[in-house]
Each structure stands twice: as structure tokens, then as C-alpha cells.
């Protein structure tokens, strides 16, 4: 019962989603041409349909970077919620964050020598 909440919340997001969804295709314009439907990356329409086009490794790599700094916030977040209820026992909780972080920043060095990040 508990999760109740949740699950209305859920439920509620869904609808509305959906909702929204029906309501643009049914009453959105419908105003097709060549343009509109040309597939687009990023924004960019394709120059040639035939070639493939070379990705920089810089390009996966930023990605990366990227998603470890985002998954850094997602266990940062709970950490810091439960921070002062075990902050009492002692500073482990404290010292486990400083090693994450840490390590982190040895990550980041050693991407930032290695110029990971330079866009020349």
C-alpha cells in the first residue's frame, strides 16, 4: 500500500502522455513533403544517402564521459538523503563518498591529459 502513490503517479503520467499524444496526431497539421520526411541526425540533415561518414572516437568517448558523470549524480543523491541519519556512527559514510570521489577525479585527470576533451 505503500506504493500507491507512486503508482498513481505513474498511472497519472501515462495518461497524460498519451493523452497528449492522441490529441497532437488527431488535431496536429498534416502537411507532408520530401523535407519533413528526410531523416535527420541531431538536426543536421544527411548530405549524402549513400556514404557512410566517419565518426570521431571523440565523439563516443565525450558519451561516456558523459554517462559517468551522471551515474556519479545518481549515487550522490541518495548518499546525501541517508548523510545525516548516519553521519552519528562516525565519518565512514564521509570517507566512503571522499574514495568515490576520488577516484572520479583520478578519471578525470587522466582523461583531461590525455586531451579527451580538446576539440581541435
Do not use: Q
Not at 98 to 104: E, H, R, S
Not at 111 to 120: M, Y
Request: hydrophobic share 55%; with cysteine; net charge neutral.
Amino acid at each position: 500500500m505503500e506504493y500507491l502513490p507512486v503508482l498513481v503517479m505513474m498511472a497519472a503520467g501515462v495518461c497524460i502522455g498519451g493523452a497528449v499524444l492522441f490529441i497532437t496526431t488527431w488535431l496536429g497539421p498534416k502537411l507532408p513533403n520530401k523535407t519533413k520526411d528526410s531523416p535527420v541526425e541531431c538536426g543536421v540533415p544527411e548530405a549524402d544517402a549513400g556514404k557512410r561518414h566517419r565518426v570521431s572516437v571523440r565523439f563516443y568517448l565525450v558519451a561516456i564521459l558523459f554517462l559517468l558523470f551522471d551515474v556519479e549524480t545518481v549515487f550522490f543523491y541518495p548518499w546525501a538523503v541517508v548523510f545525516k541519519k548516519f553521519i552519528s556512527n562516525g565519518t565512514f559514510i564521509l570517507l566512503e563518498m571522499v574514495a568515490f570521489v576520488l577516484i572520479l577525479l583520478v578519471g578525470y585527470i587522466y582523461v583531461l591529459r590525455k586531451g579527451a576533451l580538446d576539440w581541435e
